[in-house]
């Protein structure tokens, strides 16, 4: 049975055909959550109500065939509630230059993660949905825009800004790098 | 490679590194979970991003419950009474445009009924039960008629009412999907914007019903809007077979036009290369058209075409923080602001700036959520804003645009910015 076969059984009340589609999504969808809440039990609850939305809200969507878009569009707004209703701020992690250069390829990979997992906390919600949906699912802005169901500009705006912390973080812990100049003039 | 270049590059595997891929330990619970709640049916939900068609078949029209518009009318009477004088002692500018008396918010509420709010007081009224399936209401420039912008599933009309519910009139024509409509300086025409044969187009249809036109522009729209004149101003595709998508026109091939209001005489304004406007606003003395430039390096900057010289310029706005954006412009009533969205490090705000340039003022709180909205009061004085806050929750704000600080926050929650009538206001004189 493909998927939007099973799209339109689970739109009838099939919950076993739901349940093989959350299967086919949830652990990709739960990885992004926990990239995007930085907490484990957060990144839970978002998917768990991301999911029952779709259960609920299923016979809503008109295209079947764009059951995946759709779902991760609530797991995603799932994650940016979460966070809002809890009142959370990022975790201010400061951003000190890393010890010492390695010339080991391991070593190099771990810091640069560590150092994305630092970026990802520093960044608000907004911002950090922006780009886990970028990097991590691969969506150009139109796509991340209606994904967040918000306007074409503020997706730009929270990816350009998230790329300045990006650039600001990494010139603080590589010297020679210079970032892109500040001080843009009306 | 720069340092940036080759990190970004390996965000994508490091997130992976970051947050494995597996099936998670909650699985089997959460669909428990899940089969715990019983599906809505598909009639109870609003329908977005539909498929349009178009018919050209007219419809009659049908009785309409005038009642509860009377009571509208009659609360819009009051409030302009109030305001006259005001709007007496404003700088005179072409009828309708110029600063108007404020009258009422208007908007459908979630089970379709027309629901107004006095912006004085927060007293709400319902003037349309949802059984009569009309659209979100979108008052005339004089304050006297409403349109009601279709959202039903099937392709329905555009319905004209006037303020107290009398002489109901369908425009020409089925639509669905209708975006970016937009009256007529004389309040006789309406221009939309819906997607024909799978490219989007501008249709312009007679208020009194009586004949609906797709202009035949040859190339896809993005957006159009009445200038002062009757002309249309016009983001579309630079040339003909083009397009120009809804989804980014920054980075498609869509230009800056003016066009009469047939469509003919199409005057291209700023090319494609020159223009990545994300929108336009017309002044409303007609000499300006204002937008928003998005380009590499120059990401959300305010722009001004001058329609009289023909020079376009970044509008000079001093005290802008080092790194901001902006998305959303629009001039106030009477020309002498700019309201726009302000994107900056430390907490997005709604501001305001002379039309001229100068100094910008923040006005209202720190947005809280995402993608707030705001527009100008008719009065020229606030600004209406609304900022989502999680879910389904808002708070709907009157913003001070003077510079009084005096915000009012209206205790009423709207599941999206409402209409502002405008009121005391004579037509095409």
Redesign the interface.
Known sequence: MDQRELVLRA?R?D?DA??VL??LF???L???A??ILRDHDLA?DA??DG??R???????L?DPDRFDGWLRSLIARSC??IL??RGRRPIEVELTSMDGPSIDDASH?TA??D???AI?RRLPP?QRAVV?LR??F?L????IA?T???????A???L??SM?V??SA?ADI?P??APLA????? | MTTFERFERSIPELMTELAPVRVPDYFDDMLRQTAQHTQRPAWSYPERWLPVEITARPLTSRSFPWRPMVVLALAALVIAAGLVAYIGAQPKLPPPFGAAANGLLLYRGPDGSIRSVDPRNGTEATVAPGSEGLGVPFPSRDGRRIAFIPTSSTPAPIIVTGIDGSSRTSLAGEYRNVEGLDWSPDDAHIAFVVIDRGRRVITVAAADGSRAQILSLEREVWQTRYLPDGRLGIIAAEQPGQLCPAADPTSAPCALFVANPDGTGLDRLRSAREFNGLGVDPSPDGTKLLYVEWATGAEGRLHVFDLVGGGDHLLPVEGFPAEYNINRAWFSPDGASILFDLFEAEGDHWAVVPSRGGRFDRIGPEWPGDAPDAFWAPDGRSVLARYPTGGATSELWVLDATGSGSDKRLEVDVPYLPAWQRVGIQAGT
């Open positions: 739109q009340g919950h739901f349940a959350a299967g949830v652990a990709r739960d990885a992004a926990r990239l839970r998917v768990q999911f029952i779709a259960w609920r809200g299923l016979p809503s008109r940016i509630d809002r209703r990979v640069d993660r150092l994305l997992d990802l907004d886990v990097y991590y691969d150009e802005v139109p796509e209606a967040l169901r918000i306007p074409l500009g503020t730009k705006s929270r350009h800004r300045g990006m650039r990494l590589d020679e790098y500040k001080g843009q003039l009306a």
